[in-house]
């Protein structure tokens, strides 16, 4: 009765964590959430400010199917002075509710039925299932921690077909925190499929390193980003995909059919984040914080004795090697969060090779993801105990 | 290149109509808009309010990915409160960018590759593209103006196939503004298909008439409704859908990969709209406008000729004969819009059935709709002399 091309769809395993730790709560038990993929700041007061103007100015209807232009001009105005990327067309860029149903958009513009996205293994969990609702097949390849996690580019020239059309590149990576260093960028651009890049991470990224835009190396791209991560905006459901020029005509329709618009309101306040000083202030100061915790985490987590070959420098995400603690990380995470009552997200969850790992987000405070740390760790030592 | 299945997905007229008439005003031409399908409506005040209260309160975050439990409460409230429809589970609720994007999920969910839908035609534009989109079949069945645009059961009876899973009702429709009887609600029901019933045009109903929900009369479908057309959200995007028990788990998935959650505010603000007292004086202030303004049009468009076999009682919309007038309604539109500078939808628009037919929205003031139709009016007699 349910639909065939459903069932390949997987439930998240970190929503049955999740759903555990409330149950935990309920009973009365304090949880770390460090399982979370989801700022815990608020989103900066010259944004909310923003979007009440909107409304009392009666911003409450239908905008263009696209989105304002505005905040499509700003768009490009941003890719330009961020990265360099000249002679972006305004209507190259598509508003949309969140980031997620822009991928549904694009993968439907260019895999027909079985034609393969390469998608790296570990890797967002969402993104084979957006593949597997179109029809198309994810073509999963496996990244190793010994190469931060990155794609190599003479894997990736083997297993090519016809039918192989994309590739999903995501840096900074949620869940490795990864970021692709430039000359990978650039050959992976070179393999001549669309290159899909998820940049909802960018701007999340320390130590001085930068993330690189696809834009920069090839128009054959998809570029997907939002507000929700960097400006802590998540609840407001607005992201956007740069497209390239031949399909706009073709996402206009489909965006009129299936969306009809985004959200006004997040729409004017999104235009605030990108042009309004006061919040480049604050997204500094919150990079500043998670920097801290960043390093933070990482230090404890070496000394719980968990691996973490490569220090991640961006996203808000520790991917660490937690095998010595035991192979099932399904297993693990579920130990952890009955026994020491933090909320971890099992590698399993991003593919069969994030397998012997776990997520870490250091998305919550310093205190927490103290508290959180200290607990796994008394937990863990006293079952390596004889 | 572009994906083939995207080749069966047609533009809308009326965005043609909407972009030449921008231009008459970007020439400085006055064009009356009676072409939209957007109310004229302000957002009433108090839903304004309850969305700047929950910004303050930061409710910026993420959401359950079915929606806020208190909203999906009141929507089973709702739907016993004003259909008598009792044990609604809240979890059958899915809160929605919009409710476009719902009609994504719910057919996805019982439509395989080649299964059939039943479509009226005419009927709304973005069903069949829905349809094409996840590889399924429109079936288009022709409803004629005689007969107030509705199914012919038996009709319905004599072309259902093994591959015919579906059909949809929409009541009020968009664009006849007509109403189902209960009857044939039934007769539908007993037909044994999945029902997918739209309901965004109810509460706007008139003349004392009522629409009753599909939950009425069968469990086996999913109900589809939304804040846009009663509550002038347009701009908000928020909808929902109502699905069968046994489909929830598949649903929270889907929701979960493909949208997260819907816009945070938004579902606060359709919480105030769902129990606020005054919001409800607002509506009804505003249904008995468009009444007004209703029965205005009728009257006016009959004293032109146009031929109106039977009242519209709901929506904001009358699908009017103007065969009398010229048999291509693009053509007659774009004549109309080109000469009169009035916006007017061809009804070719909305299928084959609909040819020779004019959409008028009264979604505009009775100001602009008297202005409108006495320009209408003096161009096609001038255009009938010899």
Known sequence: MINEQLVGIRPFI???VLERAQELERAGHDVVHLEVGEPDFETPEAIKEAAIRALRDGKTHYTHSLGIIELREAICAFYEGTYGVKGLDPDQVIITSGTSPAFLIALALV????D??????????????FARFIGAVPRFVRVEESNGFQYDVDTLKSLITARTKAIMINSPSNPTGQ??????LQAIANLGLWVFSDEIYHGLVYD???????LEFTDR????????????MT??????VIVPKNFIKTVKCMVQNFFISANAVSQYAALEALTNPEVARDVENMVKVYDERRRFMVNLLKEIGFGIAKEPKGAFYVF??????????????????????????????????????????????LERIEEGLRRIKRYLHEQARP
């Open 320 to 365: 660490a090697n937690a095998s010595m603690f035991g192979q099932d990380s399904y297993r693990l995470a579920f130990d952890i969060l009955e026994h020491a009552h933090v909320g971890v997200t099992p590698g399993i969850d991003f593919g069969a090779n994030g397998e012997g790992f776990l997520r870490f987000s250091y998305a919550n405070s």
């Open 179 to 184: 970021i692709t260093e430039p000359e990978r």
């Open 235 to 240: 609840g407001w459901r607005l992201g956007y």
């Open 221 to 232: 791209c998809f570029v997907f980003n939002g507000f929700s991560k960097l400006y802590a």
């Open 208 to 214: 001085g390193v930068k993330a690189h835009s696809a």
């Open 116 to 129: 393969e996205i390469v998608l790296s293994d570990p890797g967002y969990a969402c993104y084979p299932n």
């Open 14 to 16: 970190v929503m049955d």
């Open 111 to 114: 895999l027909s039925r079985e």
